[in-house]
């Protein structure tokens, strides 16, 4: 097997997607999952409803295969990151922190469809999922009890830290579909 070369965890170059998860990803975030056909993903991928299901069985394996090549993705790039940054705590944290923050800022629109399609997964799959994401932020969990050993002293305090740097980086996604405006029409009234 051959070695990544070092940093390559940071080289985002465009989403290289087989074409039907590539369909798939752009009708979720124009209309969601459910309101997402499968005769509009195969016209999208150029494909005929018969076709699509030649090589996804349902709407469901198109969900499960786009989630599981991005956390496939999102894991390899983060634990690529921990791994080059050798061993000093601040150091590990800073890696792990950047390469969740190109991950979301390079590839929004799956974590996007990731973060709000969790409810649309299938009870056969949902544990997998839950389990790349769990093993994800344990990554940041770790990296953080080393880092601030003390403010992670307790089982009640031992996630904050971790959890707040987590919900950072997902803040810094869009919080709307992209291709919605993102701005108020009105301004929001100031509060004492």
Same mark, same amino acid.
């Not at 940071?10 to 975030?29: I, K, Q, W």
């Given at each position: 097997?051959?070695?990544?070369?070092?940093?390559?965890?940071?080289?985002?170059?465009?989403?290289?997607?087989?074409?039907?998860?590539?369909?798939?990803?752009?009708?979720?975030?124009?209309?969601?999952?459910?309101?997402?056909?499968?005769?509009?993903?195969?016209?999208?991928?150029?494909?005929?409803?018969?076709?699509?299901?030649?090589?996804?069985?349902?709407?469901?394996?198109?969900?499960?295969?786009?989630?599981?090549?991005?956390?496939?993705?999102?894991?390899?790039?983060?634990?690529?990151?921990?791994?080059?940054?050798?061993?000093?705590?601040?150091?590990?944290?800073?890696?792990?922190?950047?390469?969740?923050?190109?991950?979301?800022?390079?590839?929004?629109?799956?974590?996007?469809?990731?973060?709000?399609?969790?409810?649309?997964?299938?009870?056969?799959?949902?544990?997998?999922?839950?389990?790349?994401?769990?093993?994800?932020?344990?990554?940041?969990?770790?990296? !953080?009890? +080393?880092?601030?050993? @003390?403010?992670?002293?307790? /089982? #009640?305090?031992? &996630?904050?830290?971790? %959890?707040? !740097?987590? +919900?950072?980086?997902? @803040?810094?996604?869009?919080? /709307? #579909?992209?291709? &919605?405006?993102?701005? %108020?029409?009105?301004?929001?009234?100031?509060? @004492?």
């Amino acid at each position: 097997m051959t070695r990544q070369t070092t940093g390559s965890w940071r080289d985002y170059g465009a989403v290289h997607l087989p074409a039907p998860l590539s369909a798939a990803l752009e009708a979720f975030m124009e209309h969601g999952y459910h309101g997402t056909s499968v005769r509009d993903i195969a016209s999208r991928a150029g494909l005929s409803v018969p076709g699509l299901y030649h090589h996804y069985p349902s709407k469901q394996s198109l969900l499960q295969g786009l989630l599981e090549l991005t956390m496939t993705d999102l894991l390899r790039r983060s634990a690529q990151a921990i791994e080059e940054a050798g061993d000093d705590p601040l150091t590990r944290f800073d890696a792990v922190v950047e390469s969740l923050l190109r991950f979301h800022m390079f590839r929004r629109e799956q974590a996007f469809v990731g973060s709000t399609e969790l409810r649309s997964l299938d009870d056969e799959y949902r544990p997998t999922y839950i389990g790349h994401r769990t093993r994800q932020q344990r990554m940041v969990d770790e990296i !953080v009890s +080393t880092v601030w050993p @003390r403010a992670c002293s307790t /089982r #009640r305090t031992r &996630r904050a830290p971790a %959890r707040a !740097v987590a +919900t950072y980086v997902r @803040r810094h996604r869009p919080a /709307r #579909r992209p291709s &919605r405006p993102t701005c %108020r029409t009105r301004p929001r009234p100031h509060r @004492r």
